[in-house]
């Protein structure tokens, strides 16, 4: 029921490339694959089994989500074999209306890496309507005169069913006076005409009855009947003539409603009603019927409504001409409907990325559309294009079917995001356009290391703090998003010993405050540096160092002590002997004393006793 693309091996380095690139131009490489399936399958039927005819395998189909896209999804994907499965009711006369060949279109997507290939299933008629008779009754008159061969034009059956299940024959009930012939149109249609086997005589009999009865040529055939009544009437032995067997005009679909497109006219050589002629749609679709009216009286043919060169390219319709003796002849008119532009293009996206990695390559598929334009020719020929200033472009894939790829580098931190704006113009005169805006979201990868807010830090501190409290703050950015640009900080170096390092300081890991672990006393350490680190969290973890000098401040801490002269022991000082005879300003003794504090906390005053005079003594500087 289905094909697909067989590719042999190669063997060779060129080979492998070649089957490595080949899902890249698959769907310039290949055709259609194709389906053939009759309607009113039950749902759930099997078409065919996709995946395999993709050369896919069963796992191939769950892990590359194989999918199918189409306007109106009337199938679907078993996600464990690959078939393709009826999804939905598929009525052929309801999808394809009167059209002979009757197909849908789809698209098979696949992701890792994203690529499409297209499908076409063929829906193949059965035979579930049966004809059908516009009327129950048809009542004809025919003059007495009319002679033998004289034929008798039949309002035929419709089916809306084609090929060998559309109307095959008709027949009547026998009778002596009239057979049944079936007119074969250009078309194939099949119409049903009354012959004249022998004349008629009013005065023996006044009417006939007959059953028509109509059948299509399905297995077994279905039927319609209809009875005919016919009155015989006095004669009138010329039929009307039409000036011409066919009529055929163009018109523009854009021609307004109520327009007279067409007038058909038929003379008849005989005089006063059997001369009188009235005009009637016969062997006409009911659908054409009501887009056109025909004045009885003067043939003229008008639109009804608004012609749709997208939904009907020609209607075909016969016309008889019937004089009041009843004698009748018919006409075939034929309107083409030309295309004007006035359907713009659509555009249609069959797949999306959701998220795009900052560093992806160019070339990289993140959009599958496709467009779409209903007119014919010209005016349904497209183009695509986008804005020149960003760094994507478009590649045609084949059957209106685009890609849209990367086209330079990519930077979150930069433009986190797209607003990609498809521009489809047809080649109309005057061109229509439409435009599609999709957005696409580049995704954080981790290319940046934190940085900190200065080059290097320089803190005081004074001696004697007490322990736990903070002395300082380093602080890092990192633009990146998420666990890239969450950074946790710690002391990776320091001029202290590595055994007394943790007994010193700490940092927190989560805001970068340095915390002093003990009280620091100036008169032991004075200086020391640190090497702060700070680590984001990506895959892998980026990393910066700073340097932290911190200087202990001096604080008055400490007494002076005095070195000499030295105490006694019970803390008196032990003087030097004077003579009684010491003249003024003899030198008793001389106090040294030293403070461990620093700056001005170490300033000392140092005193001398002297001898005033004779057994007294003064302090001096």
């Not at 009327?135 to 090929?163: F, M, Q, V």
């Not at 055939?221 to 032995?237: F, G």
Request: glycine share 6%; hydrophobic share 35%.
């Amino acid at each position: 029921m289905g094909g697909s693309c067989a590719q042999r091996r190669p063997a060779g380095l060129r080979k492998v490339l070649f089957l490595l690139l080949l899902p890249l131009f698959y769907p310039a490489l290949c055709e259609p694959i194709r389906y053939s399936i009759p309607e009113e399958l039950a749902k759930g039927s099997v078409v065919g089994n996709l995946a395999k005819d993709l050369g896919l395998s069963v796992l191939d189909v769950s892990a590359r989500k194989l999918r199918v896209s189409a306007e109106k999804l009337h199938f679907s994907v078993d996600a464990e074999s690959g078939d393709l499965l009826v999804k939905d009711r598929i009525d052929r006369e309801q999808i394809c209306k009167e059209r002979r060949r009757c197909e849908l279109q789809l698209e098979a997507v696949v992701e890792n890496p994203l690529n499409i290939f297209h499908i076409i299933v063929v829906i193949e008629d059965v035979n579930d309507h049966a004809p059908q008779f516009d009327k129950k009754e048809i009542h004809l008159e025919i003059i007495e005169s009319a002679s033998a061969g004289a034929r008798i034009s039949l309002d035929p059956a419709t089916d809306p069913d084609i090929n060998i299940n559309s109307i095959k024959d008709y027949k009547i009930n026998p009778n002596p006076y009239f057979s049944l012939m079936v007119r074969v149109n250009s078309d194939g249609g099949k119409y049903p005409e009354l012959s004249l086997e022998k004349p008629l005589d009013r005065e023996e009999q006044r009417s006939h009855s007959l059953i028509l009865t109509a059948l299509d040529g399905g297995d077994p055939p279905r039927s319609a009947t209809t009875h005919i009544e016919i009155s015989v009437k006095d004669a009138n032995d010329n039929p009307p003539v039409f000036s011409k067997d066919e009529y055929r005009i163009s018109l523009s679909e854009n021609l307004p409603p109520g327009s007279p497109v067409l007038q058909v006219t038929a003379t008849d050589q005989d005089e006063g009603v059997n001369a009188e002629i009235n005009y009637y749609f016969r062997s006409t679709a009911q659908s054409t019927r009501n887009m056109f009216s025909l004045d009885e009286k003067t043939g003229v043919i008008k639109n009804n409504q608004s012609f749709d060169f997208e939904d009907v390219e020609r209607y075909t319709m016969e016309v008889e001409a019937k004089d009041g003796g009843g004698l009748s002849t018919q006409c075939k008119v034929i309107i083409e409907i030309l295309d004007e532009n006035d359907n713009s293009p659509e555009i249609v996206i069959t797949s999306l990325s959701d998220q795009i990695l900052e560093n992806s390559p160019p070339g990289m598929v993140v959009a599958l559309f496709k467009t779409r334009d209903l007119d014919f020719g010209g005016n349904g020929e497209v183009r695509c294009n986008i804005e020149t200033d960003i760094p994507f472009k478009i590649y045609s894939s084949s059957n209106n079917y685009y890609k849209l790829v990367t086209d330079g580098t990519l930077d979150r931190e930069q433009t986190p995001e797209y607003n990609v704006t498809i521009v489809a113009t047809d080649r109309g005169k005057p061109p229509l356009s439409s435009r599609r805006t999709i957005t696409l979201y580049v995704t954080d990868v981790n290319d940046n290391a934190p940085v900190f807010d200065q080059a290097s830090y320089l803190v005081h501190v004074a001696e004697n703090n007490p322990p736990g409290v903070s002395i300082a703050q380093v602080s890092a950015s990192d633009p990146d998003l998420g666990p890239n640009g969450h950074i946790s900080y710690s002391i990776v170096a320091s001029d202290l010993e590595p055994s007394a390092l943790s007994s010193y300081v700490s940092v927190s890991a989560q805001s970068g405050v340095v915390f002093a672990q003990r009280a620091f006393d100036h008169e032991q350490l004075r200086a020391f540096e640190l090497t702060l680190q700070a680590r984001d969290h990506g895959s892998p973890a980026l990393n910066a160092n700073v340097s932290l000098r911190v200087l202990v401040d001096d604080l008055n801490d400490n007494a002076p002590r005095v070195l000499y002269p030295a105490l006694g022991p019970d803390g008196s000082a032990f003087f030097d002997m004077v003579p009684r005879a010491a003249e003024p300003g003899y030198l008793v003794t001389k106090v040294v004393a030293v403070d461990a504090d620093s700056g001005h906390n170490a300033w000392l005053s140092y005193h001398v006793l002297q001898a005033s005079e004779p057994g007294l003594f003064s302090l001096g500087l």
